[in-house]
């Protein structure tokens, strides 16, 4: 299949793009490189001994995006690219609606224009915000409580009538829960800018002394041990659920949505344990007040997932916290250092 990849050089677009090479499949990644690396293709290409195509612009560029198109032929699409940082989107509202709305847009457009017509959407469980309990099934309510979780939802919105007005375009909604870990082979990973927002490269920074102590945002949840819950999920699993994904909509039609997490919850105390076993080092951390906007508890039920792709998540936080150490602790200052 030929895949059209927006963001394919960022996080989990890296490891995407990877997983699709090596099943065989032809890549195009989009990509403005805002918030990516083109380092971490060439570690794909190194990894894979296949190379992705690549084209760096912003997916709001439409005559790029037409050019992109009209040279490659995509069968599918899977849409990464967008802006992600919940905090900075209450900052920058119009940022947030415009980028991550706009390419969706241009990306919509160019797909009936060139008769694509699969389409696979990297969405997120932040969509459960707190109006229900977990685990949370794809039938749960859904809203936002953010810009950018309000983006993730009217995209979601918008997929469905574009999906309604025409038969022929079939979309798979991806909810990720939360992405941790890296490669195994330690040479691609997360690789954010600044201080993290995520707690696992935050926790990876502190091992590999970038960081003096991790700041726990609450013990006071109802949880087993007070701290928040999440539903982490190794990224190379995720890559490996939108291999499945677009296995199903070759032979589906319309829209579906799809959970991709372990259903198992676990709690940042979780996490720091899991990291000092793998890495043989203390994390320093402190407790602190509860950071605005976090819930409790998220995480999800997968059994749709695995029923319908065949999909399910086979790594654990052992693993991922290995993978992210190995990952941090060789290359200390992400692509940086290439
Ligand atoms: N946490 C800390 N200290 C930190 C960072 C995080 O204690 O320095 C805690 C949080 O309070 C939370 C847990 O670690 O309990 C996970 O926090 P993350 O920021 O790693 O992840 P979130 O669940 O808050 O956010 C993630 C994605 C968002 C998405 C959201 C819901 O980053 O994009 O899941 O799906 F919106």
């Known amino acids: 299949m030929r895949v059209l990849v927006t963001g394919g050089a960022g996080y989990i677009g890296s490891h995407t793009t990877l997983a699709l090479l090596e099943a065989g499949h032809d890549v195009l990644v989009v990509d403005d490189l805002s918030n990516s690396s083109e380092e971490s293709l060439r570690r794909v290409t190194e990894l894979t001994g296949r190379t992705p195509g690549f084209v760096k612009a912003n997916v709001r560029d439409e005559a790029a995006l037409d050019a992109a198109f009209a040279g490659f032929t995509p069968d599918a699409v899977i849409h990464f690219a967008g802006w992600k940082a919940v905090g900075e ?29 699969r389409i696979v959407f990297s969405s997120s469980a932040t969509v459960y915000g707190d109006m229900s309990e977990p685990p ?10 953010n810009p950018y979780g309000r983006t993730k939802h009217m995209i979601e919105q918008i997929l469905q009538d574009v999906a309604a007005a025409d038969p022929s375009l079939t979309v798979g909604v991806l909810r990720y829960f939360n992405p941790i870990g890296a490669h195994e082979s330690g040479r691609i990973g997360e690789d954010p800018k600044g201080i993290p927002n995520n707690l696992l490269p935050f926790v990876a920074q502190v091992a590999a002394g970038r960081r003096e102590k991790l700041m726990i945002f609450g013990d006071d949840y109802p949880t087993p041990d007070g701290t928040g819950t999440r539903d982490y999920i190794h990224v190379v699993d995720l890559a490996a659920g939108h291999l499945a994904a677009l296995g199903k909509l070759a032979e589906a039609s319309g829209y579906h949505v799809w959970n991709l997490g372990t259903g198992n919850p676990t709690s940042v105390l979780d996490i720091v344990k899991a990291f000092e076993k793998a890495s043989g080092i203390t994390i320093p951390y402190q407790i602190v007040a509860r950071r605005p906007g976090d819930v409790a508890s998220s995480y999800a039920d997968p059994t749709k997932a695995n029923a319908e792709l065949g999909w399910s998540a086979r790594l654990t936080i052992d693993d991922a916290c290995a993978d992210a150490y190995r990952w941090q602790s060789s290359n200390p200052n992400g692509f940086a250092d290439a």
């Open 136 to 145: 949370f099934t794809e039938d749960a309510p859904t809203g936002a409580t």
């Open 89 to 117: 989107s209450t900052q920058i509202p119009l940022t947030y609606y415009r980028e991550n709305l706009g390419s969706t847009f241009t990306l919509l457009e160019a797909m009936a224009k060139h008769g694509c017509h």
